[in-house]
């Protein structure tokens, strides 16, 4: 990590430093943010729906731009706690948005926001939210976009190692599998899953560049669940990993989004490289 206290340097919070994406985006500081401190926030230093003492570090701190990575992340927590999950996901990145007024800041978003009849889906496309956390993403992206200095990142399924080994996907799945489960996939449900490391990249390239504004960063692959899964089980050829494949049409459960593959055109023009094909990274990573 970049945390060498010289006051000529400007400072970036992490906020969700603890969760997988924060917790990438502290650790590829070390490559990819060069003439930054690296200040990693977490509950420690405030809770995201504590706006006095976010202000409180924050005027102490003056930090000179804001990667927000912390949020509910996950949609079921989301449905079962609601009113939490406004509480940080809109009012917490409001409180933020406002400190960070004159500041650049980079908000973390979700393929969820879309309804998923369409796929291929690109900045300019209509969302449709079909849960609560798709719902707290749209109201975060409204207010963090009225601010031209700010910028939001919808991402996808973001494969990767947290520091607490239950954070991503695929930890998920391994304990699962690890656990003896057998796990049942869709074959015709689609994402585009990327590593998390590559959107820690990204999002270091839009903070060097001043890139504000909408963009999708997903893997240039559409898969379906079932296709995903299989990656995941190639990749750890040592475990048992047994496993279905099912269809969407039997489905019976609350409401999810069928496509929500992402064009990632958009940042893919300001890359310096090129966003993975999720089954050929997972390869060639094994
Ligand atoms: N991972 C994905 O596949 C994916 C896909 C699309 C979008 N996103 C978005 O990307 C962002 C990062 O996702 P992630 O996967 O890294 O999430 P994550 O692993 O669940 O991490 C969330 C982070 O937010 C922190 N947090 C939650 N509530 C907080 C509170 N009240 N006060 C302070 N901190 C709080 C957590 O801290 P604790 O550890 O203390 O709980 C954790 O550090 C999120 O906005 C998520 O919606 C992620």
New binding site residues.
Partial sequence: MNETNDPRQPQVWV?????????LVVQTSARFAAGWIVRPT??RQ????DSRSMAACFHQERPSAVI???????PVDCEREPGLARR??VD?TRFLAELAAEIPLI??????VFDGRKGGYRETDAVNPMSV?AET?IEGEQLILKNPRHAVV?????YGA?A?GN???NEEMMTAWQAGKTLSFFTDEFRCPIP?VVTSRVLWELLNQGATGLYHVAGSERLSRWDIAECVARRHPGISAPRTAVSRVAYQGPPRPADTSLNSSRVQALLPFPLPRFSEWMADAS
């Fill in positions: 906020t969700g430093a603890t969760g997988l994406i924060g917790g977490t509950r405030f809770d995201l729906a927000h990575c912390g949020a509910v992340s996950r940080i996901n917490g908000f973390l978003s979700s393929d969820m956390y993403k919808r991402t996808s399924l973001n947290s607490t954070r991503s996907f998390a």
